[in-house]
Each structure stands twice: as structure tokens, then as C-alpha cells.
């Protein structure tokens, strides 16, 4: 029985062999996808760049053009914009939205503090859109607050929200906000240990009506923790309550040398805990991981857990899916749901598998394009001079392709050439997002477009997604056989319907003084 990984291959060679068809436009050609039952999801993606015009340094270094004080103003630009544009992002029809964790940066390419919190004001205004993250760097934070704000985005967002999940790796801030949690990114090995522990936790917090754990980082509760509170022994004792008092506390004598509080003059302590809200979809969201590595790879094929990849050229992702493909069934296809095997790539409708990222930007009408495109490119060497150095130029090598300067510059050029920065028309822009799907082998497509980049501000960034939204996303759609249809699981709250309430006599005269 052949897998499904030679199954893909098979229908690219159906597809390379006559099966395609001369899309409009002048020279450009569009191969269509073979249409079995295919469908395509696309979102977008954002980073946090920042609108301060970019500059070349006398080293031939490029950053923020910008005082720092000015630095941080763009970064309060950046932080409001991520919230319009994911708005704008459910307006428009994309069916997914994406941003990452990233702190204390003045160069230029990201500002992106924190994710749950720009997104639960995305969630409050709108409707369909789903939410996820890419991703919260666990090992820089307790595991238990990652799993009561990702379910409190879950549940004010009506069950939309995919939890991104991540190990990082910018010493500045693993060295900062790891530490404490014992996660240190100049010792790999125990970064590792670090982050599994906190993923099982976070999974424990969520599957669990009242909990304790002990392991190497973390204990919770902590045993010393002194608890005797008569709500509680009353609560527990109710016959409604699924745990017992004795579950619950370890119950002992007074405490004759404490004194104060009588919660804590006491020697009974704390056995477990229970944390809330629980998320709304169970038994728990879809998790995302981005990933570099064959090791990453097949944590999460092994879990279930989604992979993120965003510069890869076409040849090194098909190899990174057919690895976590490929170990997903050895595994036996684990899956929060137990939804089995799923569809080469991504399936839409089990919302499993890998999703890929590309750089886009749309010559509009009007725009003078040799202008546009030295803006763009001035724009991907901000981004990749500050990630080039952290290793990041040997992604942008082909499968198999040798790559051992990982502190060369990563030229825009090159991010043009391998279709990792797409540039031109709609007709141009579609036909190689569909170029890369038939390369790649996806039977469904994640496809996530990231649109805003450094120098450029709020405006040009709405202006390129109404574009493609209105150009490109209807083309897409009917070259890949449609998109999923929206199924909400849960009632959204209806954060619109907020009535006003005529206030006291009492609470007038205060407003005005008068008290």
C-alpha cells in the first residue's frame, strides 16, 4: 500500500504532465490543482515591524532609521496597528491570524510583546476568525498564567483561539525572562527538559478538574503551601464535589507558633489545585509549534502538535513535512481528538498538519514598481540582517544544499529567488503560492501571508491586505476547491451589546462634587 507521502508525489506528477491550464495575464502561468476534494485556508501573519524608514549603517548594516526615543513611539504604533489589522484581517475573510512573542527590540524588524493580550482585543471584535500565536515562549513564563490566559482567549473569543508554543532562542531575552523558570538558552539540552516540562503542565492544567505537579522546575502547588480555609473544607465536603476535603488538603494540627492569619496558623497544607477558566474546546486547543529543527519536528508529530514553518524554500519544506509526516504515523497518528490520519500537508477540516509563511507585497495600480521593489527589499534586509545572525541564513538552503556560514547575509535577492519573498501582481502572486503547493505536495493548504515589514506603516500594510483579499483570495479559493466551511463550536460572546445603565442619584452627585 503506498503512504500518502508517495500518494502527493503522485498527484504533482499528474499535475507536471498535462493537467494544468494558462491562468489570464501576460506570460503567466497558473497550474491548477488536481481537484479531488482539496480545499485551502490563509491567514496572516504578523511580526510587529516597525513604520521608522530604514537605513544602511556606514558598516552596511540595516536597522531602524530612529532615535530611541522615537523607537519607542513606532513601537506604541505597532502595538494598537496589530490590533486593527487582525480586525481588518476577519473583515476581509482571512480565515486565520498569527502573532509571535519577541521583547526589548529597538533595531527595527519585531515588536511583539505579547500576543494573548493583542488578541483578546482582537477577539472582542470579531466574529470568525481563528487566533493563534507563533508562539508564547513557554520557558519564559509559569505554565500555569500560559494556561489560564490562553483559556481565557479561548473563551472569550468563543473557542477560536490555536495556542502557539515555543522554546526561543534570542539570548536577550531567554537570558531575561527564562531564567527564573530555569531556562537558559546557552544550555540547550536543559532548555529542552524545561520546555516539555511546561507543555505537559500547561496539557495537565487543561485535562484536569484539580491537579498537582512535581518535577524537576516546578512544583504545584508547592508542598509547604499552608491552606486551612473553612470555604473550602465546606465546599469539598458538598456531596456535588467530585474531590474530597482529603484530596484536596493535607489536614493537620494547629500550628501553635504561627500567628495573624488564621489561613496560614495552621499545618495543613495544600495538595492540589484546580485552575480556571478551562478552555472551551476540548479536551484542549489545537497547539502550534514553529520549527527549525528534525528534533522539533518530531516532538510534535509524536504529540499532535502543529508545525509552523515560515522561510524554508519549497524543496526543504517538503522535506520537513515528509519527516513529520512520515513520524506521525510511526506514531500512530496522536492527536488531541483522535481524528487519525490526516490529509499530506494539512487538512483543513481536522485542522492538523504544517502550515508554511511567505513575505508578500502587491504592486498596486498606480504604484511605480522598480520604486516598490527597493523598498521591499530595503525592508527584508532589516528583517534579515537582525535574524541572519542567530543562524537563521541556513533555512533559506535548499534540501540537501550545504550551508555551513550561518553568519553570511542573507541577500533579498535571494528571499526573491526562492519564492520566500513573493513580489509582483496578483496573477504573479497567485501563481506561485500555487506553484509552492504543487512543489510541496499539500493536498489541503495552510497558506499564512505576512504583510507588514519595516518602513512601511498602517495604511500601506491595510492597503496590501484589501488587495489581496480582493484579488487574490477569490482566485485561490477556486484553484484549490474552496475553503472549509465556518462551523462555530461555541456561542461568541456578543461584546457589542453592552446597554448603558442610567447611574444613581448618588453616583451623579459624586461625579459632580456634590458629596
Known amino acids: 500500500m503506498r503512504t500518502r507521502t508517495a500518494l502527493a508525489q503522485a498527484r504533482i506528477r499528474r499535475v ?20 479531488s476534494r482539496a480545499m485551502i485556508e490563509i491567514g496572516v ?15 552596511g548594516v540595516a536597522c531602524n532609521d530612529g532615535s530611541l526615543r522615537e523607537v519607542h513611539l513606532a513601537a506604541q504604533r505597532t502595538i494598537v496597528n496589530q490590533i486593527r489589522q487582525g480586525i481588518l484581517a476577519d473583515k476581509l475573510g482571512f480565515d486565520y491570524w498569527f502573532q509571535t512573542e519577541h521583547h526589548f527590540q529597538p533595531e527595527g524588524a519585531e515588536t511583539s510583546p505579547n500576543p494573548l493580550a ?64 530555569g531556562s537558559t538558552i546557552q544550555d540547550q539540552e536543559r532548555n529542552r527538559v524545561a520546555f516539555t516540562e511546561a507543555f505537559d503542565l500547561i496539557i495537565k492544567c487543561w485535562t484536569q478538574e484539580s491537579f498537582s505537579h512535581r518535577d524537576e522546575f516546578f ?9 486551612n480555609h473553612k470555604q473550602t ?18 489536614i493537620g494540627p494547629p500550628d501553635m ?64 513535512i515528509d519527516l513529520y509526516y512520515d513520524h506521525a504515523e510511526k506514531c500512530g497518528w496522536p492527536d488531541r481528538l ?49 535574524y541572519g545572525p542567530f ?11 550545504a550551508f555551513t556560514n550561518l553568519s553570511a547575509k542573507v541577500e533579498p535577492d535571494t528571499l526573491l529567488r526562492k519564492d520566500i519573498a513573493l513580489f509582483g501582481t496578483p496573477a504573479e502572486i497567485v501563481g506561485k503560492i500555487i506553484k509552492l503547493k504543487e512543489d510541496v505536495g499539500y493536498e489541503d493548504f495552510m497558506f499564512h501571508a505576512w504583510f507588514e515589514l519595516a518602513g512601511f506603516n498602517a495604511q500601506e500594510t491595510e492597503a496590501q491586505m484589501h488587495y489581496f483579499a480582493e484579488e487574490c483570495l477569490p482566485e485561490l479559493y477556486r484553484l484549490c476547491g474552496g475553503r472549509p466551511a465556518y462551523k462555530p463550536e461555541f456561542p461568541i460572546p456578543d461584546f457589542d451589546d453592552v446597554r448603558q445603565q442610567p447611574e444613581s442619584t448618588e453616583r451623579q452627585h459624586i461625579i459632580a462634587g456634590q458629596k
Not at 483578546?120 to 507563533?134: D, E, F, N, V, Y
Not at 469539598?236 to 474531590?243: N, P, S
Not at 502550515?355 to 508578500?360: A, G, L
Open 16 to 35: 507536471r504532465t498535462g493537467q494544468c491550464r494558462r491562468d489570464r495575464g501576460p506570460g503567466i502561468t497558473v497550474r491548477e490543482s488536481v481537484r
Open 45 to 59: 501573519f504578523h511580526n510587529g515591524s516597525s513604520d521608522l524608514p530604514p537605513v544602511r549603517t556606514p558598516s
Open 118 to 181: 493583542s488578541e483578546m482585543a482582537i477577539a472582542a471584535s470579531t466574529r470568525r476568525i481563528r487566533l493563534g500565536q507563533a508562539a508564547n515562549i513557554i520557558t519564559w513564563h509559569h505554565p500555569v498564567r500560559i494556561a489560564e490566559m490562553t483559556a481565557m482567549l479561548d473563551v472569550v473569543s468563543g473557542g477560536r483561539v490555536e495556542v502557539g508554543v515555543g522554546r526561543g532562542y534570542q539570548p536577550r531575552e531567554n537570558e531575561v525572562l527564562g531564567k527564573p523558570f
Open 219 to 227: 512544583s504545584v502547588p508547592p508542598r509547604y503551601t499552608k491552606w
Open 233 to 250: 473544607i465546606a465546599y469539598f465536603g458538598l456531596d456535588r464535589v467530585t474531590q474530597n476535603v482529603d484530596d484536596v488538603l493535607d
Open 257 to 320: 507558633y504561627s500567628a495573624g492569619n488564621p489561613v496560614m496558623a495552621t499545618t495543613t497544607t495544600l495538595k492540589e489545585l484546580s485552575v480556571f477558566p478551562q478552555p472551551l474546546q476540548k479536551p484542549y486547543p489545537q497547539i502550534w509549534e514553529p520549527l527549525t529543527s528534525p528534533r522539533s519536528i518530531k516532538f510534535c508529530a509524536e504529540r499532535g502538535v502543529n508545525g509552523y514553518f515560515i522561510v524554508e524554500p519549497s524543496s526543504r519544506l517538503k522535506q520537513n
Open 338 to 386: 483522535n481524528r487519525g490520519a490526516f490529509k499530506y500537508g494539512w487538512d483543513a477540516e481536522k485542522r492538523r498538519g504544517i502550515v508554511t509563511c511567505r513575505y508578500i507585497h502587491l504592486v498596486l495600480p498606480g504604484m511605480d514598481r522598480d520604486r516598490e521593489l527597493r523598498r521591499y527589499k530595503q525592508a527584508l534586509e532589516v528583517l534579515w540582517d537582525y
Open 391 to 401: 543562524g537563521f541564513a541556513a533555512m533559506v538552503a535548499e534540501a540537501g544544499e
